[in-house]
């Protein structure tokens, strides 16, 4: 059997990575841009590893990420975030983030009364039984508890640092997302981990899988631009080339699956996902040549909704030696009346991203040997807000699968790319099995 796999990001190279263990089946990963990892892609500049998303594990121990350990033989370390130096602030005053008991018992966050709510909502949300789950979105919880301001405050937070999303965009996510996902990294033993040496770690092992197995092409700056049906086959075209597949994945945000099948019988299978909006967020990447400051391995500005990672604390391997790597990301807003106002909020984020840095790493300014801005970084190619629908991995009248962070799967960011990859690859590989048996 003949596979194409449309985008080399970290889906479209899970999803090769599983299929090329199949003696049966063989097939071409393309990939546009002249290097794989898509949004997970990792550069050195002046002795940084910078990466274009971070590569933050959220509840590495119930991961995606740890069943393909296993079950592709990756081999990767990984080093936890210190969570004693994990903080938000809130007007003006630091506090430890409640990322677990102890620093649930210090935070200046809630009085011992709402930290006995807490701790109950929590134990609710672990042993599935909590109520949220039943509601249409975090604000309709919100509206029904009888939570004090300050508890309903953490719980939108929360969504918003864990989802990277706006407090409007936090009370519009579903309650059953907000249960399974926290259901999941309140039992992890290990909530916040680095792959250690950034993704590319992980994308050139899923690469060597491909190259070793003599099965599979890797076809880079080659994108595919129309796809047809012809003799039972489905033709892809690139610049270079015209060939025919028996199965077809895509990789790639849900909006550019759309662009590629405009105008193709399937088309209108699709108009559901159309309107998708996408995760963006601001993100302000500073390599500098010293360590100025190592107060936090996180501090979080509750009231801008922006946090800086101090990402060397935790993964030393990206710095030249004594050098500091701080990434500062701001979640967006995307509602504006026209251009100038989006361009007057961008710029207030930034002011508030440069005031942060200024106030916990004085200094930064004078050693920054490395600097990347970006105001429009996609975390996500689907927000997962009741308003959009992620993209499933089948859909009905369309013979393809589909696959990436804006499909359903487990998990939220990478992990829904690994997961739903993992899906899409797993059940080709038992359609060959039963055409095998029906021989
Ligand atoms: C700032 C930022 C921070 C992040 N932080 C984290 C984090 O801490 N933890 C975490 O888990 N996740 C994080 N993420 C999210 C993570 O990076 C993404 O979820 C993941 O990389 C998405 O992978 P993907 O394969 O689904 O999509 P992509 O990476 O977008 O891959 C799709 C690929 O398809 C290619 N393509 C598109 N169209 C075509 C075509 N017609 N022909 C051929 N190729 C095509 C593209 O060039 C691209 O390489 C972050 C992202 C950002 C931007």
Request: proline share 3%; glycine share 6%.
């Given at each position: 059997?003949?596979?194409?796999?449309?985008g080399?990001?970290?889906?479209?190279?899970?999803?090769?990575?599983y299929?090329?263990?199949n003696?049966h089946?063989?097939?071409?990963?393309f990939e546009r841009?002249?290097q794989?990892?898509?949004r997970a892609?990792?550069y050195e500049k002046?002795?940084?590893?910078l990466?274009?998303?971070?590569?933050?594990?959220?509840?590495?121990?119930?991961?995606?990420?740890?069943n393909?350990?296993?079950e592709l033989?990756?081999?990767?370390?990984?080093?936890?975030?210190?969570?004693?130096?994990?903080f938000?602030?809130?007007?003006n005053?630091?506090?430890a983030?409640p990322?677990d008991?102890i620093?649930?018992?210090?935070?200046?966050l809630l009085?011992t009364m709402q930290?006995?709510?807490?701790?109950?909502?929590?134990?609710?949300?672990?042993?599935n039984?909590?109520?949220?789950?039943?509601?249409a979105t975090?604000?309709?919880?919100l509206?029904?508890?009888?939570?004090d301001?300050?508890?309903?405050?953490l719980?939108e937070?929360?969504?918003?640092?864990n989802?990277?999303?706006?407090?409007?965009?936090?009370?519009?996510?579903s309650?059953?997302?907000?249960s399974e996902?926290?259901?999941?990294?309140?039992l992890?033993?290990?909530?916040?981990?680095y792959?250690l040496?950034?993704?590319?770690?992980i994308?050139?092992?899923?690469?060597q899988?491909?190259t070793t197995?003599?099965?599979?092409?890797?076809?880079?700056?080659e994108?595919?631009?129309s796809?047809?049906?012809?003799?039972?086959?489905?033709?892809?075209?690139?610049k270079?080339?015209e060939?025919?597949f028996?199965?077809?994945?895509f990789?790639?945000p849900?909006?550019?699956?759309?662009?590629?099948?405009?105008?193709?019988a399937w088309?209108?299978?699709?108009?559901?996902?159309?309107?998708?909006?996408a995760?963006?967020?601001?993100v302000?990447?500073v390599?500098?040549?010293?360590?100025?400051a190592r107060?936090?391995s996180?501090?979080?500005?509750?009231?801008?909704?922006?946090?800086?990672?101090?990402v060397s604390?935790?993964?030393?391997?990206l710095?030249p030696?004594?050098?500091?790597?701080?990434?500062?990301?701001?979640?967006?807003s995307?509602?504006?009346?026209?251009?100038?106002?989006?361009?007057?909020?961008?710029?207030?984020k930034?002011?508030?991203?440069?005031?942060?840095?200024?106030?916990h790493?004085?200094?930064?300014?004078?050693?920054?040997?490395v600097k990347r801005?970006s105001?429009?970084?996609?975390?996500?190619?689907v927000?997962n807000?009741a308003?959009n629908?992620?993209?499933?991995i089948?859909?009905e009248?369309?013979?393809?699968?589909?696959?990436?962070d804006?499909c359903?799967?487990?998990g939220e960011?990478?992990e829904?790319?690994?997961?739903?990859?993992r899906t899409a690859?797993?059940?080709?590989?038992?359609?060959v099995?039963?055409?095998?048996?029906?021989?």
């Open positions: 059997m003949k596979v194409a796999i449309i080399g990001g970290l889906a479209g190279l899970t999803a090769a990575a299929l090329s263990e003696p089946v063989e097939g071409i990963l841009s002249p794989l990892g898509g892609f990792t002046a002795g940084f590893t990466n274009y998303g971070a590569h933050a594990i959220y509840g590495i121990d119930r991961h995606t990420l740890t393909m350990e296993r033989g990756l081999s990767f370390s990984s080093k936890q975030v210190d969570k004693r130096k994990v938000y602030a809130k007007h005053q630091l506090t983030a990322l008991a620093n649930l018992l210090k935070t200046d009085s930290k006995v709510r807490f701790v109950g909502e929590i134990t609710a949300i672990i042993a039984i909590h109520n949220l789950k039943n509601y975090l604000a309709d919880y509206a029904e508890s009888n939570a301001e300050d508890v309903k405050e719980w937070h929360l969504v918003c640092s989802f990277f999303i706006t407090p409007e965009d936090a009370r519009n996510v309650g059953a997302v907000i996902y926290y259901h999941n990294l309140f992890s033993t290990k909530p916040v981990n792959v040496g950034s993704w590319a770690v994308t050139n092992q899923l690469k899988k491909l197995s003599g099965k599979w092409e890797i076809a880079l700056q994108g595919v631009e796809l047809r049906y012809a003799d039972r086959k489905f033709v892809l075209q690139t270079n080339r060939v025919a028996d199965k077809v994945i990789a790639m849900v909006q550019q699956v759309i662009k590629l099948l405009k105008g193709t088309e209108p299978f699709l108009a559901p996902y159309e309107s998708n909006t995760t963006e967020v601001m302000y990447d390599g500098l040549s010293r360590v100025v107060p936090f996180y501090i979080s500005d509750m009231d801008n909704k922006l946090f800086i990672s101090d604390a935790t993964d030393h391997t710095v030696e004594g050098g500091q790597l701080l990434q500062g990301i701001a979640y967006l995307d509602r504006f009346d026209n251009e100038e106002q989006r361009k007057a909020y961008l710029e207030e930034n002011l508030q991203m440069e005031a942060l840095f200024d106030k790493y004085p200094g930064w300014r004078d050693v920054t040997a801005v105001k429009k970084a996609m975390v996500s190619s927000k807000i308003s629908n992620l993209l499933p089948r859909v009248n369309v013979p393809f699968y589909f696959c990436g804006g359903t799967g487990k960011l990478a829904r790319a690994f997961s739903s990859a690859a797993l059940s080709i590989v038992q359609e099995q039963q055409a095998l048996q029906n021989v």
